[in-house]
């Protein structure tokens, strides 16, 4: 196997499980696993999860959620992303959670179960704000009364999204939410009890625990990883993902030999410079250039030079370090820690998109 791997520990992930389950109790947790599961790895997270005890899944598209039924998942998984009609039939085939969006997708939806012979479940998605997918809270009453009309469909859930639940100011989440809570009142209404009622992304599981109602849709932090520097950390998690490699080559640069593409770095003195096997082609972004710290041997070193493709070059100084030796790209070592955030800040860019950037080429391996 190639000396860069992902390592997820798998007794963490279980531990910000069970940490998010108590937290918002009696609302029930929704893992999301879209994304390869943030990256660490989409049917061994699920599995596990799922053995833990969570009752459902979300995922983004529908190639996701089919491949975790190839895995053998059998709880019921929502597809959270918008649909295409010729799609439909698959979801039903597979017995997926689909989200109906908008009045005529809710048609489509109920027109290919009827074809089919089948019950379709779907849930409701508003839009309170974020203005990506879902029908506009201030004509949702439609969508809700033709939802109660269909005959082979059943409603078993109703959701929206928060644009900005892990914000310090939480103004506009409060908007939302109180938006969401109006289109609810529907229900009361007519006298029927709501489907399973969802808005709480990880931000608002922090922060707006009256955003919890039925259900919270937990992502990034059954990952260990805080959604943004402001969120206030009402739950402790810890990262379960650390991505490794090992030092493959090792030499002494002298002064006036630059190093890397584009001769970006060169020492005044002479230094020892070592090579790990990772690069931009495995998702260690290229703006990580003369920018990011590794850890080698327990200690905290600058790479210098652009990050290569395959390869990136770290200034170890006078240090001693050995082929073979461990490297830390994201993680813990000898006391030290370079964090999901920390690698976002060097990047400029956010941690979701650090952990859901490594790609499959780096191999994940289960601890
Ligand atoms: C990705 C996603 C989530 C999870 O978001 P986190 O911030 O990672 O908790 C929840 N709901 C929807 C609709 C999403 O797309």
């Avoid at 108590?22 to 699920?46: D, F, Q, S, T």
């Avoid at 939410?177 to 922090?206: C, M, T």
């Avoid at 994201?330 to 490594?358: F, H, Q, R, S």
Wanted: proline share 5%; with cysteine; charged share 20%.
């Amino acid at each position: 196997m190639r000396p860069t791997v992902v390592e997820v520990s798998l007794a963490r992930l279980g531990d910000n499980f069970r940490a998010v389950r108590a937290a918002v109790a009696p609302a029930a947790v929704m893992p999301i696993v879209k994304a390869n599961a943030y990256g660490h790895g989409l049917v061994e997270v699920a599995r596990h999860l799922v053995a833990l005890g969570a009752p459902s899944l979300g995922v983004a598209f529908l190639e996701e959620a089919l491949a975790l039924r190839r895995a053998g998942v059998a709880v019921p998984i929502l597809v959270m992303g918008g649909i295409l009609g010729n799609q439909i039939p698959v979801f039903l085939r597979h017995g997926l959670t689909l989200t109906a969006s908008s009045i005529d997708k809710l048609r489509q939806i109920d027109d290919a179960a009827r074809d089919l012979g089948v019950t379709a479940k779907v849930h409701l998605k508003i839009d309170t704000g974020m203005e990506r997918i879902g029908v506009h809270y201030y004509s949702a009453h439609g969508l809700l009364e033709r939802a109660s009309e269909c005959r082979h469909t059943v409603v078993e859930g109703i959701y929206s999204h928060f644009a900005a639940a892990d914000a310090a100011d939480l103004t506009s989440a409060r908007v939302q939410l109180a938006r969401f809570l109006e289109v609810l009142e529907w229900y009361d209404k007519q006298g029927v009890p709501p489907p399973v009622r969802h808005i709480a992304n990880s931000g608002a599981i922090l922060q707006l625990p009256e955003s919890h109602l039925d259900l919270v849709r937990a992502g990034i932090l059954l990952y260990g990883v805080y959604p943004s520097p402001e969120v206030r950390r009402t739950i402790a998690v810890r990262p379960a993902l650390s991505w490794k490699s090992r030092v493959v080559y090792f030499k002494v640069v002298t002064p006036g030999h630059a190093v890397g593409y584009g001769s970006t770095w060169q020492a005044d003195h002479p230094v020892r410079v070592v090579t790990i096997p990772v690069g931009y082609g495995d998702g260690y972004f290229r703006a990580l250039s003369n920018a990011a710290e590794i850890i080698v041997r327990g200690r905290k070193y600058p790479v210098v030079g652009r990050v290569c493709m395959d390869q990136v070059m770290v200034n170890i100084e006078w240090d001693t370090a050995y082929n073979g030796d461990e490297v830390v790209l994201l993680g813990e070592a000898g006391g030290e820690a370079i964090t999901c955030e920390d690698l976002a800040e060097w990047a400029g860019t956010i941690p979701y998109e650090v952990l859901t950037n490594i790609n499959t080429r780096v191999p994940r391996v289960y601890v």
